[in-house]
């Protein structure tokens, strides 16, 4: 049986590397698919992994049909028996909707990949569809850390040094954004609720300003 399968972590867990290596595995046992993505931090129509890894894909727009674009590739000869999908949070819930339709009815599987939850910790309106109709919905296993060492839950965004946590939704990383520098960085949630990142960190090290956070006292 074909399935829905949504692949999810934070930033920096693997997803892009896990979605270029399911569709080699695929590929290599003989079967064929399409790839996906839609704002990778590499440039358009392209599938890339902060390991170096890269890929020629489809790019998503938001008015792009799966449906028909699956059908049309079956139609003018080519074997489709999975579809990868990656930053599948920005797909569109009709967009979702489209692959879960490719599974029931074509048979083919796909393979989602994306991060749950933006920078303000609020679902993707394309990640909440995909955990309300996915076949399954797996965490990956690789854990992304924050600074302080612990496993990171959030996905902050960083304009020139600060932490934001109002804008739009979608702003591609590592880019410029008007007078400041857009990043993005992995937080545990107690980090993210403080609004301490690693720059603030260290520069809250190199005051005498009492940390944010508690110091455990030892008696001498």
């Known amino acids: 049986m074909a399935e829905l399968v949504f692949f999810s972590g934070t930033m920096d867990s693997g997803k892009s590397t896990l979605a270029l290596q399911m569709e080699h595995n695929h590929r290599a046992r003989g079967k064929g698919g399409l790839i996906f993505t839609k704002h990778d931090r590499a440039g358009e129509a392209v599938v890339s992994s902060r390991l170096g890894l890269s890929r020629r894909a489809i ?4 008015t792009l049909d799966f449906w028909d674009t699956v059908v049309g590739f079956v139609t003018e000869g080519h074997r489709v028996d999975f579809v990868v999908c990656d930053e599948a949070q920005f797909y569109t819930p009709r967009q979702i909707e489209q692959l879960a339709r490719i599974v029931d009815e074509m048979g083919v599987d796909v393979f989602a990949f994306g991060i749950m939850a933006d920078f303000r910790t609020e679902l993707f309106p394309g990640s909440r569809r995909l955990v309300e109709l996915a076949d399954r919905v797996q965490v990956l296993q690789v854990e992304a850390l924050c600074w302080c060492g612990v496993r990171a839950t959030h996905n902050a965004r960083v304009i020139d040094g600060e932490m934001v946590i109002e804008g739009d939704q979608v702003v591609v990383g590592d880019t410029a954004k008007g007078s400041g520098v857009v990043e993005y960085e992995v937080l545990c ?23 944010p956070f508690d110091v455990a006292r030892q008696d001498g």
């Open 189 to 211: 949630r107690r980090h993210y609720m403080r609004r301490m990142t690693s720059h603030a960190a260290r520069a809250a090290a190199l005051s005498p300003d009492v940390l």
């Open 59 to 62: 790019e998503v727009t938001d």
